[in-house]
């Protein structure tokens, strides 16, 4: 018999801006909002992009080049011990921006850690313009598997691309959470709940200084952009993403791909 999957779950957005470049710093500042979203009993947590780093691709004086100085490698690096070791304690998903290195330089990443504080997966950064360009560009947009479903991770201006959500929503995701460092306006509100909508999925926005939660229909939940505290949660309903999936009406269910051809 196959497992029942959650109707709901309880998602942690971690908002609070990082230090440029100082990992330890941000580092010990994010084991202390760990440590307050714990007692919220989340079932994932999403920081920020490039947390540990606190998006240092922005300084000029950082290059391709010398971008590595900042960048972990996820199999060594301690920091990255210590948050699959609170997922484990936690019983949580983590979701955690970093730069990383890879063969070429240094990848925008999201490190996914499961409730078992195996890393599950990690997704890079596809969109890469301006000061992105510093990063190598990640080649796919994966679909991970979880216990309460599936799920896509983009990052930050991947949004920008309704292609990118399309293309998570098509691959099975049932949410999708998304690290950012960049734009979170007024603006950003419009694009992120057409982005829902049009795609019948919800999105978990985490920026350091906006938690903005949208639904399958494209309505806001949440759209916290306080200081304090350093973090939001909202129940995020997944049973509705599987109702609309179900209805041969639907906007996923109705697409006409041999029209959109050029």
Known sequence: MSK??????RVAAVRSYPAKGD???????????LAQIAPQRPDVVVTPECWLDGYIVTRGDVTARNL???????ATAPQARAVSDWARQH??????????RVRGGVANSALIYNRQGGLAGIYDKVHCRGHDRKFVAGQRLPVFKADFGRFGVMICADRRWPETVRTLALGGAHIIFNPTYGMHDEKNVCVMRARSFESETPIVFAHPRQS???????????NDTCAVPPFSVCEVNLSSVRALRADPDSFLNTRRPKAYAW
Do not use: Q
């Open 4 to 9: 029942t999957l959650p109707h709901k779950i």
């Open 212 to 222: 903005l939660y949208t639904d399958a229909a494209g309505d806001v939940l949440v």
């Open 23 to 33: 990992l330890a710093a941000n580092f010990n500042r994010l084991m202390e909002i």
């Open 68 to 74: 590595s100085s900042w960048a972990i490698d996820p």
């Open 91 to 100: 019983r949580a998903w983590v979701i955690f921006g970093c730069s990383r």
